[in-house]
């Protein structure tokens, strides 16, 4: 059974790496390209699909991804919270995706998801302004996992 620790992982499956938060107005809509992430969940096996959830809900020991976004999100600036809610989301899908897989193959871990979540956390904490380019340093360490 996999156990996690906390988990906060920030960067996103399809915005570039590098893009300002505040480059993108608060009623943005998303993209064709934001809307193929979605389908990829179609690709995991019902046992991914379970750990997949349980990585989004948490469980009663572990908060999920969805409760550390609405954490992240009390701390981000108004105009900017659609926009961010958005790259949190796919962040989350991008790293949930790729926790879910087997022990043997998955290249995201326990640590990890500790370690960028607490990165997340505290720049939230401390300085919101921060958090897109700590989004996208994430993202960019999950792409260079991944490739």
């Avoid at 009390?74 to 659609?82: D, G």
Wanted: glycine fraction near 4%.
């Amino acid at each position: 059974m996999k156990l996690f620790s906390v988990f906060i992982c920030l960067s996103w499956l399809c915005l570039p790496v590098g893009t300002a938060l505040a480059a993108v107005p608060q009623g943005a809509t998303v993209t064709a390209q934001q809307t193929e992430c979605e389908s990829d969940l179609s690709t995991l096996t019902p046992e991914e699909l379970k750990w997949y959830k349980t990585f989004q809900e948490g469980t009663f020991l572990i908060e999920g991804w969805k409760d550390i976004t609405r954490e992240i999100l009390k701390k981000t600036p108004v105009e900017f919270r659609e926009h961010q809610r958005q790259r949190l989301e796919q962040l989350g899908r991008k790293i949930g995706m790729e926790w879910s897989r087997e022990n043997a193959v998955r290249r995201v871990d326990n640590k990890m998801l500790k370690q960028w979540g607490d990165v997340l956390k505290k720049a939230a904490n401390t300085h919101p302004e921060h958090l897109p380019n700590v989004i996208a340093s994430i993202d960019e360490e999950l792409d260079n996992l991944l490739n």
